[in-house]
Every structure is written in structure tokens, then in C-alpha cells.
């Protein structure tokens, strides 16, 4: 059965007169500010350099991995943060890779005096391509088995590329215990098809918010004289909707510095495909930090629909590094309050 598990999912996407394409996820998306949000750019006083990886359904014969690598610095100067990111995804069933490299700016603007917004715009380059042999057609399966019996008949070339430009925008409001932030990728829908006609790359979009609760400060760090132990607990959510998809994460962490643990849930109960509620996963979290500049994260991702089982959920590492000197703040700053890795 599990054999055949992808080549399941990959019909059940393609029972529609139209095949909707997805971008890849990532459960700690705050790990991964820059492809969440590009008004995230250059969120922090310092410069910082960033790695994410996601192994998707692990236990099934092909994989589904996710890697991405940003960096990104602000400049109290101009206001401005300025970053680049790089992203590969491969699904090994179709010999599919999809490589995107993009440039991003955001810029700060104060509000008033507890109240922050920042914009933000990206534009990438795509290059995606597919081994058409490897594709396996209705006709091509045993109705009574589910075996794949002979060649489909279809005539491709082995491989196939395809290159395009996506624009992508964001803002972020925030104060110094709440946030709001939206954006939209893909804005100008670039073609993506391999065979010369049309295919539009859906438009996602992104509502995300959050509330950070503060408690007692505990002792102060040796490694920072100044700085106290942070201990807060921090809930959000992250609404997702792409093309004919849509979903929900929310969730809770807790913050001891330099220890970190949170738990998610994915999914839209309320809704349902063919009668199948929409539950996906369960998500835990455990996050550390390893010295003042450099924080590491894990996550797993516990299957909860009927893949349950099948599928061995997902393992997700991110790792953060923090360098340079501190951006010097005024009164009137306010400190994003969004997740620590």
C-alpha cells in the first residue's frame, strides 16, 4: 500500500479539469520569516542568516523534501532591510524539482509610539522541471489491483524545463506584544507549464497574527550583562489559501531562554473533501538556544488524517544565526514580538 500511497495523492489532485499546483510548507514558518512574509526582511537588530529542512512523509517509498536558506540585514539608516533566499523542493515519484532564488526589501515605518508597520516586496526566479516518463496515467492502472500495467501510449520528451519571474508583497503591523501581517506571492500568476500552453501559478495567500504573554524575568544571562532571562508564552495563527487549498495552523509555545517548547495543530475541521474533515496534523516543537547568536529547532509533525500510519508525518530542523552589532535603538523602538527559534 505504501507503494502506492503518492501515486494516490497525486490523483486525487488530479481528478480536477485543472491541476493546482501548492508551494511547499514549512510547520516552524517563523523559523523561515523571509518566506512567510517579505515585510519580515531585516526584522531583527542584527544581521542574521537562516537554514530550514523538511522531510515529508518519510516511511513512503519517495520523498518529499524541502530545503531553504535565507540572509538578511537591516539598516537603521534607511530603515530598510534588504535579503536574499534560496529554496529547493524535490518530489523524487515525479523526478520533480522546483529551485527558486529571490531578492527582497522591506521598509520600516513608526506609526506612533508603540505601534511599528513594515512592507515589504520580493521578486524570484523559478526554475522548475519534471521527467515526463516517470508520469503514470489512468489508463496505464488495473482498475481490479491497482497495479500499473504498460506504457501509457503518451509521447514526451524525457525531461522538461520551465523558467519564470514571481512578485511577491507583505505587511506587518505589530506593537510590542501583538501582530498582524498578510502576504501575497505570486502576484503577477507567471505561466508555469512544460508543454508551451497555458497554466497559471495560483496566487497564495497568507493572514498571520499573534499575541506574546510576558512573565517575571528570570536572572540575568552571564553572556549579556544586561539582557535578563526572557520567559513568555506566545499564540498564533497562520491561515493559508492558495489556488483551490486552503489552511489553518494555530498554536502555543513556551519560551524558558534558552529552552523553547510549542505544540500546533493543522487543519480545518470545520470543512470537509468528499466527507473527510479536514484534519491533518499535530505538531511539536522543541527549540534551543545554543549560545547568544545561534538557535536550532525541531519539529514533527504527527499525521492525524487517514494517511495516519502510512505516512511517518514529518521531520523539520531550522537552525539561526545571529552576527554583526546590535542595531542601536531609540525610546520609540519597538521589538517585533513574533516567535524565538
Not at 20 to 49: E, I
Not at 158 to 181: E, K, M, P, Q
Request: hydrophobic share 40%; proline share 3%; net charge positive.
Amino acid at each position: 500500500m505504501k507503494r502506492f500511497l503518492p501515486l494516490i495523492i497525486c490523483l486525487s489532485f488530479g481528478i480536477h479539469s485543472e491541476l493546482k499546483a501548492q508551494d511547499p510548507q514549512f510547520s516552524q514558518f517563523y523559523a523561515s520569516p523571509l518566506y512567510l512574509n517579505p515585510a519580515l526582511t531585516g526584522s531583527t537588530d542584527r544581521a542574521r542568516v537562516g537554514v530550514n529542512y523538511r522531510n515529508q512523509w518519510p516511511s513512503l517509498t519517495h520523498s518529499f523534501t524541502t530545503m531553504s536558506a535565507y540572509l538578511d540585514v537591516f539598516s537603521k539608516a534607511a530603515e530598510s532591510g534588504i535579503g536574499v533566499i534560496v529554496t529547493e523542493h524535490r518530489e523524487s515519484f515525479l523526478d520533480f524539482k522546483s529551485s527558486e532564488i529571490g531578492l527582497l526589501y522591506s521598509y520600516k515605518l513608526q506609526i506612533s509610539n508603540d505601534l511599528i508597520m513594515r512592507t515589504g516586496m520580493q521578486l524570484s526566479y523559478f526554475n522548475k522541471n519534471l521527467n515526463f516518463e516517470e508520469l503514470i496515467f489512468g489508463n496505464q492502472i488495473d482498475i481490479d489491483n491497482g497495479q500499473v500495467i504498460g506504457p501509457s501510449g503518451e509521447a514526451f520528451d524525457r525531461g522538461a524545463n520551465v523558467d519564470f519571474l514571481s512578485a511577491s508583497a507583505g505587511t506587518l503591523i505589530y506593537s510590542s506584544n501583538t501582530w498582524i501581517g498578510f502576504s501575497v506571492h505570486h502576484v503577477n500568476r507567471p505561466n508555469q507549464s512544460f508543454v508551451g500552453q497555458e497554466s497559471r501559478l495560483a496566487r497564495k495567500y497568507s493572514i498571520h497574527a499573534g499575541h506574546k504573554i510576558m512573565f517575571a524575568k528570570g536572572r540575568r544571562l552571564r553572556t549579556v550583562s544586561y539582557q535578563f532571562q526572557e520567559r513568555s508564552a506566545t499564540f498564533a495563527v497562520n491561515y493559508k489559501a492558495q489556488g483551490g487549498f486552503n489552511q489553518l495552523d494555530v498554536g502555543a509555545q513556551l519560551y524558558f531562554q534558552p529552552l523553547l517548547v510549542g505544540v500546533w495543530y493543522r487543519g480545518i475541521p470545520v470543512q470537509s473533501v468528499n466527507f473527510v474533515s479536514k484534519n491533518e496534523s499535530i505538531i511539536a516543537l522543541f527549540g534551543l538556544e545554543l549560545n547568544q547568536d545561534l538557535a536550532f529547532g525541531y519539529s514533527y509533525d504527527f499525521t492525524v488524517s487517514q494517511l495516519a500510519g502510512a505516512t511517518g508525518g514529518a521531520h523539520e530542523f531550522s537552525l539561526t544565526l545571529s552576527f554583526g552589532k546590535i542595531v542601536k535603538r531609540t525610546r520609540r523602538d519597538t521589538i517585533l514580538p513574533c516567535f524565538k527559534y
